[in-house]
């Protein structure tokens, strides 16, 4: 494969909740913090399966943490993002933002 | 609606589905502990179902990237259109051979099908949890005496209502049959008598109007009545201002006070009304007539609940003790679902095995089919494979094929499953309780889908594993010469497993079909070809009087004997070969029991003289009953109940007992036995016989009864019209119900082992077809494999019948290991079948004997044209070849 890909949009909107998170970073609230702010259904497939793929490409790391009543006696993983991550998402929305320069006028946001 | 369950946490399957796919560790339990957490946050605010059904999706989710991510890793850089398209060309493969694809298809269709059908009656029944709000505690209390139990009376169940601790709630019914009047006749219905606690205990709501409530039950309470939903539909056309109107049930004006859901499970299924049960303190201690179900208070044990039942059952025996002297006696509990089935599991299970074994045959013979088919294409595999398609790409290209066929054998076999499913609902509904409740539901889908793939990969991966290895044939040629021994090795393997399997499941069906046999000729004590029984209910109300019964029963059977064609006719409440009048305990004069022992206990008919004549059992000493001259306290014994406990028939005479469970003469009279009749079943023919009592039915008039007609003629079923019209004539209340000839009787008396018997017969039939066809497609092949050195042989002077031999044995080897393995494996698990089985050991040699020469033969012949083939071999033409 040539060249280095981009984060994909689904992976920047997981970094940028993990980040939001803060110390809180957990599976559900994640997913909550994804549902809430971006306004949209997560399968809990695809969450899982992308932060995985984020922690493989080093992105992303976790610590583990003990079990909680709530979690049914199982251990969790509190994850948080890495400073190559942090860069990714720094030159993800550098890209944009270059490319959204001057189009103020023509892509004016719909208002009501 | 949150009635469903309460435990609290995900669905349990889904659950354990999503740990399955998982690997061990950390994310597993991240993620099954944060999906758990977010469905009990759902629970909280949008209901179990809701969050129920999320939980589903999700793990469904998890699931389908699973397999897509085996799938990828699978066909390594292979996109999932690449899988399509090569797919499709390994279809338009097998389309090229019809004949191959369709046996593959069908044998596999029956496997699955099979096995799923049979599997979603075990999930239905047996592994899913009952219908009902905290099925895991909800319990069945019943009487129990070291052999045996039975039902609660109204004195032991006001008792545990008042001083049990242990249940959150008990509910009683008494399962009863109900007249139901309209202007245009009488008819039987079900109905069930609960108590005020019976709905709740089952979480059962009325859809319209209100529940039974303490009120309905007490005495002198108006009649009222909830109509179950289909009745509600059917007759009352769904009317939705059905509450407030009145139905006549058992003459009574009783007014609809509800309507019921449709059913959810086993007890309230068949009902057609709940009416209220009188809660009327008892004179003494029995009958024993309501059933009852608890349900466990939360953290309570079943063990202390056990003994409180004991406690308070002990606390009771000396209220009763003058009517009930068993001592051994004390109140018991069962878990419900256990109880509601029965002994119907084992059955089940057996069933299970079977389809399984039958599924394995299937695969066995499909994987051989294909095995022969990939050395068939040995020669173009390995020089595609020497072109450059990597071991890997082999692969797929051969699992596309058993893909397709899987996946079009599954697809039928899901059709098979489907039709079978609904004959076993429709057959089976009076065999297997909860049979209703199996349908192809999520579990019994993922079920088949397991199935498949199973048969995917032995399909596939057995075949392809063994064509390997290119090199020896292309250094054979494709000829015979360099065929690998090992995967002769795997055909003959495979064979011989049929084989094996096979054994089992004929000796299982020539057990189970001799069984039915000997029950089939097994005395039942009456005339079964001549005789014809009708059940008639006289309603409460205008025969309270037993004169008044006496006289509408006189008159009829004056009637019915006027007819031509009739010989005799009689009364009896109860009807062989399984239906006795009722069952009772009793204590003989001359025969003195430990104090404290468990009184005998017999089944009870109450019969006129008649009776006896019309079913053909003869007088063998005594008398029969004479209203006019006997005293009042007189009975007939069976020769088996004189011979238990006396020397002879002639002995029983005059000896004096007392029954009911009345132990003190004082209070209680004796009574005596004039006369000693020839034995008949009550008890169902494969019981033992314990001996039977009668009573006189000109003495003790009967409300319900049965009519016993005799008639020379063999067609005793034409007399049921014309005596349809007398009934009609005598009293248009009195609904004529269950009219069966004796054979019908005795059929009716067998169904269950006519079932079992050809369903494993069946499976027998099937798995011994499967193994003839696989022993002689390995031997048809194995002659074609070695047409050069059979024509070699045969052009050195061999003799052909020599030669003929020579390859029969090769292939008899394998039969016979087959079937030695088999027979050691039948002697093994035929014990299973051993409740099952009427007068015929599960090891008896006759049958093993049987199965083992009768497949031993048929294999015989099956191989021995190609045999014959190789014998006639032209030496000169099968040496001249390529």
Redesign the interface.
């Known amino acids: 494969m040539g060249g280095r890909a981009f984060l994909g949009e689904f992976e920047q909107m997981v970094l940028l909740a993990v980040l939001r998170l803060g110390d809180e970073a957990?599976?559900?609230g994640i997913?909550g913090e994804l549902e809430e702010r971006a306004g949209r259904q997560v399968?809990?497939?695809?969450l899982?399966?992308t932060l995985?793929r984020l922690a493989r490409k080093g992105y992303l790391r976790w610590e583990?943490e003990a079990?909680?009543s709530?979690?049914?006696?199982?251990?969790?993983?509190r994850f948080s993002v890495t400073p190559e991550g942090i860069k990714e998402l720094v030159s993800a929305r550098d890209a944009l933002v270059n490319l959204w320069e001057g189009l103020d006028g023509v892509l004016r946001r719909p208002t009501g | 609606m949150e009635n469903a369950k309460k435990r609290g946490?995900p669905p349990r399957f889904f659950e354990f589905l999503l740990r399955w796919i998982l690997p061990d560790g950390?994310?597993r339990?991240?993620?099954?502990?944060?999906?758990?957490?977010?469905h009990?946050?759902r629970v909280a605010w949008d209901g179990q179902r809701r969050a129920d059904s999320w939980y589903r999706?999700?793990v469904l989710?998890?699931v389908?990237?699973w397999l897509r991510k085996g799938f990828a890793r699978a066909i390594g850089a292979w996109s999932i259109g690449d899988l399509v398209k090569e797919l499709a060309r390994a279809a338009r493969r097998l389309v090229r051979v019809p004949a191959f694809s369709a046996a593959v298809v069908t044998t596999l269709a029956l496997g699955i099908g099979g096995t799923t059908a049979v599997f979603a009656i075990v999930y239905g029944v047996l592994i899913r949890p009952l219908p009902y709000p905290d099925a895991e505690r909800l319990t069945w209390i019943r009487n129990g005496a070291p052999d045996r139990t039975w039902s609660f009376s109204m004195a032991d169940y006001l008792a545990l209502e008042e001083q049990q601790s242990s249940f959150t709630r008990v509910g009683a019914y008494d399962p009863n049959g109900i007249t139901l009047s309209t202007p245009e006749g009488s008819e039987r219905m079900q109905a069930h008598m609960v108590t005020a606690g019976f709905m709740p205990l089952l979480g059962i709501r009325p859809v319209l109007g209100r529940s039974i409530t303490e009120e309905d039950t007490r005495p002198g309470a108006d009649p009222v009545v909830l109509v179950s939903h289909r009745v509600w539909r059917s007759r009352f056309g769904g009317d939705p201002g059905i509450v407030g109107r009145t139905v006549t049930l058992d003459q009574e004006i009783t007014t609809v006070v509800g309507v019921l859901p449709p059913p959810a499970g086993p007890i309230e299924r068949d009902q057609d009304f709940l009416l209220p049960l009188t809660l009327e303190p008892p004179p003494r201690k029995g009958p024993f007539f309501l059933y009852v179900v608890g349900l466990l208070e939360e953290g309570s044990t079943r063990t202390a609940a056990a003994q409180e039942l004991e406690a308070i059952s002990d606390r009771i025996f000396p209220l009763w003790q003058d009517s009930f002297p068993d001592a051994e006696v004390r109140w018991v509990m069962f878990d419900l679902k256990k109880a509601l089935l029965g002994d119907v599991g084992g059955s089940l299970w057996v069933a299970l095995a079977a389809v399984g074994a039958l599924l394995l045959i299937a695969l066995a013979n499909a994987a051989n089919l294909l095995v022969a088919r990939a050395v068939e294409q040995k020669h173009e595999t390995a020089v595609r494979v020497a072109l450059g398609a990597g071991w890997g790409r082999m692969l797929v290209h051969r699992l596309s094929e058993s893909i397709v066929l899987a996946g079009l054998g599954g697809g039928a076999g899901l059709g098979l499953a489907y039709l079978g499913l609904a004959t076993a609902v429709r057959l089976g509904g009076a065999l297997i309780p909860r049979v209703a409740e199996a349908a192809l539901s999520g579990p019994v889908v993922l079920f088949l889908l397991a199935v498949a793939l199973v048969s995917v990969a032995i399909l596939g991966l057995v075949p392809a594993l063994h064509n390997r290895t290119p090199l020896p044939a292309l250094r054979g040629s494709g000829r015979g010469v360099g065929h690998g021994v090992k995967q002769r090795g795997l055909r003959q393997a495979l064979v011989v497993a049929q084989f094996s399997v096979t054994v089992p499941l004929l000796v299982g069906g020539a057990l189970l079909t001799s069984s039915l046999w000997s029950l089939r000729r097994a005395d039942p004590g009456f005339d079964a070809d001549r005789v014809l029984t009708l059940s008639l209910s006289l309603p409460h109300t205008g025969y309270e009087e037993a004169a008044i019964r006496l006289d509408f029963w006189q008159r009829v059977l004056a009637e019915v004997r006027a007819l031509p064609g009739v010989e005799a006719a009689g009364l009896g409440n109860g009807r062989p070969p399984d239906e006795p009048g009722f069952g009772n305990n009793f204590m003989l004069e001359d025969v003195p029991l430990p104090s404290g022992a468990s009184q005998f206990e017999v089944p009870w008919t109450i019969a006129d003289p008649a009776y006896f004549q019309a079913l053909g059992v003869d007088l063998l000493a005594g008398r029969l009953f004479d209203v006019d001259t006997d005293s009042s306290r007189v009975a007939l014994v069976d020769e088996t109940w004189a011979r238990r406990f006396f020397a002879n028939p002639q002995d029983a005479l005059g000896r004096r007992f007392i029954h009911g469970g009345c132990t003190d003469p004082t209070r209680c009279p004796w009574w005596t036995v004039i006369g000693v009749v020839s034995d008949v079943e009550y008890n169902g023919l494969a019981e033992d016989n314990q001996g039977a009592m009668y009573l006189d039915a000109e003495r003790f008039v009967q409300l319900g009864s049965f009519l016993v007609v005799r008639t020379p003629s063999a067609d005793a079923a034409a007399l049921a019209p014309r005596i349809r019209a007398i009934v009609r004539d005598a009293d248009p209340r009195v609904p004529v119900t269950d009219v069966a000839t004796g054979r019908e009787l005795l059929e009716e008396s067998l169904r269950t082992d006519r079932y079992l018997a050809g369903l494993v017969g069946l499976f027998g039939a099937v798995a011994f077809l499967l193994s003839l066809v696989s022993i002689y497609g390995v031997l048809a092949y194995f002659v074609e494999e070695h047409r050069r050195d059979i024509g070699i042989r045969l052009a050195l002077g061999g003799e052909p019948l020599r030669v003929a031999w020579m390859v029969m044995a090769s292939a008899m080897r394998l039969v016979l290991v087959g079937v030695g393995t088999g027979t050691v494996l039948a002697l093994g698990i035929s014990s299973l079948l051993d409740h099952l089985l009427f007068r015929i050991n599960p090891w008896d040699p006759v049958s093993f004997a049987a199965v083992v020469l009768g497949l031993s033969a048929a294999a015989l012949l099956s191989c021995g044209e190609p045999a014959f083939r190789a014998a006639r071999l032209d030496p000169a033409g099968a040496l001249k070849e390529k």
């Not at chain 2, 339990?29 to 977010?38: F, K, N, P, Q, T």
Request: hydrophobic letters at 30%; glycine letters at 18%; aromatic letters at 4%.
């Open positions: 957990f599976g559900p997913a399968s809990r497939g695809a899982y399966g995985d583990i079990p909680t709530e979690s049914r006696g199982n251990r969790r993983r | 946490g950390i994310v339990e991240d993620i099954v502990g944060s999906l758990a957490e977010e009990n946050g999706r999700q989710g998890i389908a990237r």
